[in-house]
């Protein structure tokens, strides 16, 4: 140390600077989120300010440019098309992954994987290019417009199933071993091991993936924005045309100006806040975090 | 005792039947979208469709100038978040305590499951309200460097963290310093899962719409610097499908160079991380 002090110094100096860069990355990185968050509140607030909370649900219409700010009917879009995307995304991806953990040989359960990573990966645009082109006109054969709250949820469906395939595997994967061979011990049968084993030891997991692909749901702009249709009024039945939150905000910030534009930020702010509670639901019911 | 013994074998043939239905319809679902994009693209699809502007609103030519928008706003993108990507992974591999670690990794995983329509709404306020940037490729991809971040510290990340602890001790007892072990030592060895983070974030960054079209804008002529407004490969699908009729023959042609692009980039990258990543769980 003592024979070379310039260089030690300048060394240390070095370790400093790397020091305090990898320190201000880390906090521009991990404070991203919180920043995102505040922003957003800020350009909510002169709505937030100037409109009275109920209005959202009291006015007698959508026509932000009149004034009129009732934003439920988009809302209720939102988790109607969520809601009818799990129920069809859940059994099914929950199924391919039993089949894949138990059922399928180690190849096939390979491919597979492959297949519903390649999914995961389509674009939602294409995803809304196919369901308008292809989806829509045999929707539109049972009951016009096609454009709807059934469209929506199917292209949401395709959408979120990988989620809930990919979570629901690696939780049945991550059950002990020990578990399935005292089963096997005991002779149970493969569907008796998977139903009342392996399902409910891997649970959480399951659980927290079907969060995760919620939030995803709620979240998702491009492909409900293409299929939906964007009429503004509650969702009656499966052929209606109706507008998600996010799809209103994608149509409108283009134009939207003052109080029009404070209000999409709000929803937009509401949409972030119901995915980091999913979010947060997902990361505590996981078996992951005690691990921290 | 032979009564149950079938009894058992039949339900696991029923299992069995149900659940390969079910895995074959999910592999239908794709084969029918993949098909439909290579069927409806290809007629579209020639060497002039990629160097070509598009002309009468996108129905004819080709789609030359969203390439070099996309490449412009993957360039951006990357060129802000490897780097900080990088240094951020640094900080949580070689100096964070465990309480720091474990609140910067949390807030990068909340960060990752925010809805691109509201990263499109920041970055239109912050980008091109706040900072002037206006309707821009640089607005655009440092938007979306705020959404692949997550992905890119956490691959690189988990690329650092496999280095043997050895490596850094045996180093610290040379009394190399921080910088030249992380220079000459660390970062080499993590540098293939460096790359897998960036593959990975070109694939996120590539499939983005949402978060694009307020902020990069629509315009559709070649950009001439980066403060135009660039038109995305994933924008021209929607514009094309949306705003233009007869404009799904182009639209499926887009789509399928797009899809191309990723499922390669995708591929490139699981391949990348089972063989520097995860090398034990290939085996599988």
Request: glycine share 8%.
């Amino acid at each position: 140390m003592t024979s070379s002090k310039p260089s030690a110094s300048f060394r240390a100096a070095a370790d400093r600077c790397l020091t305090v860069v990898l320190v201000g990355a880390a906090a521009i990185a991990g404070g991203l989120v919180l920043w995102i968050v505040l922003f957003i509140a800020r350009e909510s607030m002169p709505a937030l300010l100037s409109i009275a909370p109920w209005r959202f649900a009291t006015d007698a219409s959508w026509h932000p440019q009149d004034g009129l700010f009732k934003i439920t009917p988009m809302v209720a879009a939102t988790l109607a098309i969520s809601l009818v995307a799990m129920c069809l995304a859940a059994p099914l991806g929950i199924a391919t992954a039993m089949f894949s953990s138990f059922f399928a040989p180690a190849r096939i359960a390979g491919l597979l994987r492959r297949w519903i990573e390649i999914l995961a990966g389509i674009p939602s645009v294409v995803y809304g290019l196919w369901g308008l082109t292809v989806l829509v006109p045999r929707i539109a054969a049972i009951q016009a417009p096609g454009l709807g709250l059934l469209a929506a949820s199917l292209v949401l469906a395709l959408m979120i199933l990988p989620t809930v395939a990919l979570t629901a595997e690696a939780a049945l994967r991550s059950v002990d071993e020990d578990l399935l061979r005292g089963a096997a011990a005991l002779g149970l049968d493969r569907t008796g091991t998977a139903l009342h084993v392996a399902l409910p030891a891997a649970k959480n997991g399951i659980f927290a993936g079907l969060v995760l692909a919620t939030a995803r749901a709620l979240g998702e702009t491009m492909a409900v924005l293409m299929v939906a249709g964007n009429v503004v009024q509650m969702p009656g039945s499966l052929f209606d045309s109706i507008r998600p939150l996010t799809a209103n905000i994608a149509l409108e910030m283009g134009y939207a100006t003052a109080d029009h534009r404070s209000v999409l930020f709000a929803s937009g702010l509401a949409l972030m806040l119901m995915v980091g509670l999913l979010v947060a639901l997902s990361t505590m019911s996981s078996p992951e975090a005690t691990d921290g | 005792m032979a009564e149950p013994r079938s009894h058992t074998q039949a339900r696991d043939f029923w299992t069995a039947t149900v659940l390969w239905l079910g895995a074959g319809s999910v592999l239908a679902l794709l084969a029918w979208i993949l098909g439909d994009l290579l069927l409806q693209g290809v007629g579209r699809l020639s060497w002039g469709f990629l160097t070509e502007p598009p002309s009468d609103a996108g129905r004819s030519g080709g789609v030359a100038p969203m390439i070099i928008s996309t490449l412009w706003i993957l360039a951006i993108c990357l060129a802000t978040a490897v780097p900080l990507g990088l240094a951020a992974a640094l900080f949580l591999t070689e100096l964070a305590s465990r309480r720091t670690g474990r609140w910067v990794r949390h807030s990068l995983d909340a960060l990752a499951a925010v809805p691109s329509i509201v990263f499109g709404l920041f970055g239109n306020a912050l980008f091109c309200h706040v900072l002037g940037l206006g309707y821009s490729i640089l607005s655009g991809g440092l938007t979306l460097a705020c959404m692949v971040l997550p992905l890119v510290v956490r691959t690189t990340e988990a690329g650092l963290s496999n280095v043997a602890q050895e490596i850094r001790q045996g180093a610290a007892a040379l009394a190399l310093s921080r910088v030249t072990t992380l220079r000459t030592l660390v970062l080499p060895a993590a540098a293939p899962a460096l790359l897998v983070g960036l593959v990975l974030g070109i694939g996120r960054a590539l499939a983005e719409t949402a978060a694009l079209i307020f902020t990069s804008g629509y315009v559709d002529r070649f950009p001439e610097s980066i403060h135009d407004s660039g038109r995305s490969l994933s924008i021209h699908i929607y514009d094309l499908s949306m705003n233009v009729p007869a404009g799904n023959d182009t639209a499926y042609a887009t789509a399928l160079v797009l899809v191309v692009l990723l499922i390669a980039s995708q591929q490139l990258a699981t391949w990348g991380i089972h063989r520097w990543i995860q090398p034990e769980r290939s085996v599988r």
